[in-house]
């Protein structure tokens, strides 16, 4: 098993938070504070980010999810919630189709269960393509800045300090994992526990348009907007993201029998 890097704050039934591309567990470390008062939230660096090495060269995303399973049964988390953002997302849904029985519910935030349309695997190679001739630290000064509503949203720059750290061959791996997901539209319709899907209105990564009709594929799936927001609702709009969050485990703790 991969030796998986965590934090983890309060006490009681688990909610899993998986970080998105470029990012760490950083970028959740005030958002789970209010969560923290009910829940215990454990926060996870996923292979490759952060203090969680990627020991292979090429892998898939469901080589992440087996791993992330692994590192689960390590801590000794039977049954949690898992909240995907992003990158985070496609691996939630990759775990929870893996090892259903395992989780009470899933959230995606700002996340699809789509996979990849022809624009964007060409869009990943070029990424990819660009990191290789100028590095890591070009490609995030203007990646990051995109993935808000507001450019100059004060979150831009420690987000960036967090992402200008990862290294080229993360980058450059999961873009190619990315690239070669599945779809998980069947693992939506057919779920029966809840699914959280969290929007940005103002999201350019994900269209809020798609994460809608996803959500008319089964009663169980959860749709919420965030206003003025784009793919960072943990800095954008957090104290709505956290209530949803908080209420959405509420449901799966507390009211199903």
């Not at 995606?108 to 789509?114: D, G, K, P």
């Not at 485990?249 to 009211?255: F, M, N, Q, R």
Request: charged share 20%; hydrophobic share 40%; net charge negative.
């Amino acid at each position: 098993m991969y030796p998986i890097h965590f934090v983890e704050r309060g006490i009681g039934k688990p909610i899993i938070l998986l970080h998105g591309f470029c990012e760490t567990h950083e970028i959740f470390n005030e958002f789970s504070i209010s969560l923290a008062n009910d829940y215990r939230i454990i926060i996870p660096d996923l292979p490759g980010f952060g203090n969680s090495p990627l020991t292979k060269e090429f892998f898939t995303l469901h080589d992440i999810s087996k791993t992330m399973c692994d590192w689960l049964d390590a801590i000794h988390i039977d049954s949690c919630i898992l909240i995907g953002h992003s990158l985070g997302g496609y691996i939630t849904l990759d775990m929870a189709n893996f090892q259903p029985n395992r989780f009470e519910g899933i959230g995606l935030f700002h996340s699809t269960a789509n996979s990849d349309t022809p624009e964007k695997k060409a869009g990943r190679d070029a990424v990819n393509d660009f990191v290789e001739r100028n590095g890591v630290e070009a490609f995030t000064k203007t990646f990051v800045p995109g993935l808000f509503f507001n450019p100059d949203h004060e979150a831009v720059r420690p987000v960036n300090e967090i992402a200008k750290l990862t290294k080229a061959r993360s980058i450059i791996g999961y873009n190619l994992a990315m690239k070669g997901r599945p779809a998980h539209l069947d693992f939506l319709s057919n779920s029966e526990k809840p699914i959280l899907i969290i929007a940005g209105e103002h999201d350019s990564i994900i269209p809020i348009a798609s994460l809608h009709e996803q959500s008319r594929l089964n009663a169980m799936i959860q749709f919420n907007a965030l206003p003025e927001t784009g793919h960072m609702g943990m800095y954008e709009c957090a104290n709505r993201a956290s209530q949803i969050i908080k209420d959405f485990a509420d449901l799966c703790y507390l009211e199903r029998p």
